[in-house]
């Protein structure tokens, strides 16, 4: 199986600050016949469903503001807020869609200063 | 739009069984793979299993270690509609399970059905 970890565990960040959430793949999750990952980060506020927020590793889902981007490539990869806002305050979990079964990073609590 | 609409959540005791359906609507279901996901109290996310739909490998399904033997994914696409049959339940299965569908991964959720498995 294919081990995901996230970076840090908890955030503190001030409003209008970066904030920057890393996920380490224990095997590469990036397919070389199509040169995509299949890498996904959710977000997930309290008492909701986790939310898409980017797929294929940086590729904004419909409705995303812009200030959520990813990046990265192979088994590192980055979900960076440019500017938090304090509706940001959530949970984010990435996720490998590369091979079953589908594995989830431990989660990065993301609070306000 | 697309919606999904989990059921069938409950007390139930270890050993038991349970049936969670998930009703989709706003998107071709037969055209799609299919996810559940749970996330136990205070607790991150973990994949269950996966169906594909039918035209790709006649709907091969897939599960997470944990429930394999135990659980079945299943979908009926003329009424639009996933199941998770639940056997031999255990209390660690206690948890929110999630449909989501398949496409680059969960990428639309449902609002999760409660599963308590308690003596």
């Known amino acids: 199986d294919i081990v995901m970890t996230q970076s840090p565990d908890s955030l503190t960040v001030s409003l209008g600050e970066r904030a920057t959430i890393n996920c380490k793949s224990s095997q590469s999750v990036l397919n070389n016949s199509n040169n995509k990952n299949y890498l996904g980060w959710y977000q997930q506020k309290p008492g909701q469903p986790p939310k898409m927020l980017i797929y294929?590793?940086?590729t904004r889902e419909s409705g995303v503001p812009d200030r959520f981007s990813g990046s990265g490539s192979g088994t590192d990869f980055t979900l960076t807020i440019s500017s938090l806002q304090a509706e940001d305050v959530a949970v984010y979990y990435c996720q490998q869609y590369y091979s079953s079964p589908y594995t989830f990073g431990q989660g990065t609590k993301l609070e306000i200063k | 739009e697309v919606q999904l609409v989990e059921s069938g959540g409950v007390l139930a005791k270890p050993g038991g069984c349970l049936r969670l359906s998930c009703a989709a609507s706003g998107f071709t279901f037969s055209n799609a793979w299919m996810n559940w996901v749970r996330q136990a109290p205070g607790k991150g996310l973990e994949w269950v299993a996966r169906?594909?739909?039918?035209?790709?490998?006649?709907?091969?399904?897939d599960y997470a270690a944990p429930v394999k033997g135990r659980f079945t994914i299943s979908r009926d696409d003329a009424k639009n509609m996933l199941y998770l049959q639940m056997n031999s339940l255990k209390i660690e299965d206690t948890a929110v399970y999630y449909c989501?569908?398949?496409?680059?991964?969960?990428?639309?959720w449902g609002q999760g059905t409660l599963v308590t498995v308690s003596s």
């Open positions: 294929w590793a940086s």
């Open positions: 989501t569908t398949d496409e680059a991964g969960p990428r639309y």
């Open positions: 169906i594909k739909r039918k035209t790709d490998d006649d709907g091969t399904t």
